[in-house]
């Protein structure tokens, strides 16, 4: 049967289906705006993190493993002066970070956030002290930050310390660290 | 999901650029550039704002491009952050309009044509797209234009399919009234 508002809406939506060109200089204005950024490799292991993350899983925790999952405890804490050049190369204002996770069985971690790219090998975590403690300074200039670890290379952990941010584009949760234009972090 | 890609494959194109091949990235921009541009253009109604917001989402997916855990779906997740950019993008588009059109009356002055005359068409469809809510427009747009199933529109936008079915028939029932009201004058 004719029905007159399909019809009408059928119009509406074949005219605005019409193929539509945009300058092709866009690509160039693309291309020439991601040259100046990483490569955005080291995928593998955080694709695989990422797949990881967003299925579903079942977690069974024995009374040692919530403990040990209990004592994983992260703060970020500032530092106003250093000693030793962390992996990226400072960006000027910037001011060191010490990213700090209690981990005790984990093997190894890296810190992963939009100050590396999210790239899995740029930050790598190091014992420090205690056999559970992970650390890893990075420089950060005044911005927001999200930011999270991943551990043995496929676990991902938002900073129980740190306020939760939910990605817009993404949807999965990670953390956030504002730095101050006076160098304090919130 | 409606987004499909011709000769080498998305994935086969992700994987190049993973590994520092940027050149493969410009076929990728080439590939969804016009048709994720059509989808921006009818959103912000405005061929400016549109290329700023479509550079905008290819330079964001560029950096993300490790998290892409399924490049084969690589137009689908561009698609997803397109939609987002274009929400950003609307509202700032929006606050402009309201900071320079000080005259009312001047919204409410449509190009009154019937479907006969292609840019009177053209206009009048534009500008009835134009007062549509945003939320509508986006649903309208990604079912009627796009052709996306409901599950595809539900993953893009974070809507449940019931709103987003409730917006379409809104939007629906909007156009139709300002298509008549415009054909009347």
Redesign the interface.
Known sequence: MFDPVDDLIERIARHLQRPVQIDPALDGRVMREITALPTPGGATALGRAWRWLRRRHQLTLTPLGGLAAAAALAVVVFLSRMDRTPSPAPRAESRAFQFVLVAPRATRISLVGDFNDWDATRTPMRRAGSEALWTAVVPLAPGRYHYAFLVDGSRWLADPSAPVARDEDYGAPSSVVTVGAGGGDS | MGIHSVGTSDAALVRR????D?GA??DL??RY??RL??YA??MLGNRED??EV??DA???A????????DPERFGAWLY??LV?RCRTGGARAARRARRFVHDPAALETAPLAG?DGRAE??DT?RW??ARLPTESREAF?LK??EELEYEDMARLT?AGISALKMRVKRA?EQ??AM?KEAERV
């Open positions: 650029v993973r590994t520092g940027t990235y410009a921009v080439a550039r016009d541009g059509r253009l009818h549109a290329e479509l550079q290819f330079v964001r560029y950096r993300s491009l490790a998290r892409c855990d997803g952050i987002n479907p068409w053209d469809v009835a797209l747009l009627h234009v974070g629906r156009l139709q298509l």
